[in-house]
């Protein structure tokens, strides 16, 4: 298994700041994923960061408002920018277990946009 | 693209009695994830089911994956207060991309 740690837990935040969740890794892993889940809802996809490439993003998000960094094959950043109470959620990274059956997730970044 | 419905969205049971919830796919399914998300928590996998028909047993919870692929269940049998939580199925599509789709999730409410 991974295990999985998230920096900040929770953060309330101005709108139009920005805020960098950082996600580490206790294990070397190729993909590192970023997914979003606001109150009540299932989680929702936003990126696949790969080492050493940039983010893939999926449909609705782009890179502007949401950057990530993968310096290593352990560590991703998030960046939430220009932030509004829209993008007050709960935001995760994940990654895959080397079989690729399962996925851990980390224990979330609690947002809350004022 | 691939959409993974599920259903209830709600369930209160009283302890004791069972729960399931429904993932249905619009397409067929190379395999299907359940998660348990407990109340502030993270997602925690459970178990996948990769064939057709598959079922597959957890002490009191029970997992299938139909015969076409497309759909999946999760009961649970006498439930217990720490049955709480938020029950996510993932679907991974054949021949698509690696990256399960999560459903919406079904939220069990268990009173004591």
């Known amino acids: 298994s991974a295990v999985i740690s998230q920096k900040p837990s929770r953060d309330i935040c101005q709108r139009g700041t920005s805020l960098t969740i950082q996600c580490q890794v206790d294990s070397q892993v190729t993909m590192m994923f970023w997914y979003r889940q606001q109150p009540g809802q299932s989680l929702t996809l936003i990126a696949t960061a790969n080492q050493g490439s940039e983010a893939t993003y999926e449909s609705g998000f782009v890179i502007d408002k949401f950057p990530i960094s993968r310096p290593n094959l352990t560590f991703s950043t998030l960046t939430v920018s220009n932030m509004s109470p829209e993008d007050s959620s709960i935001y995760l990274c994940?990654?895959?277990?080397?079989?690729?059956?399962?996925?851990?997730f980390g224990p979330g970044t609690r947002l809350t946009v004022l | 693209g691939q959409q993974v419905m599920q259903i209830p969205q709600y369930q209160h049971v009283q302890e004791g009695e069972d729960f399931t919830t429904y993932c249905n796919s619009s397409t067929t399914l190379s395999n299907i994830q359940w998660y348990k998300q407990r109340p502030g928590g993270h997602p925690v996998f459970l178990i996948q089911?990769?064939?057709?028909?598959e079922v597959k047993k957890q002490k009191r919870l029970t997992f299938q994956f139909g015969e076409a692929k497309k759909n999946s269940s999760l009961h649970i049998t006498a439930t217990q207060t720490t049955d709480v939580g938020t029950y996510f199925c993932a679907g991974l599509t054949s021949g698509g991309s690696y990256i399960p789709t999560f459903g919406r999730g079904t939220s069990l409410i268990v009173h004591p």
């Open positions: 089911l990769v064939k057709s028909g």
């Open positions: 994940s990654v895959f277990s080397l079989r690729g059956n399962e996925q851990f």
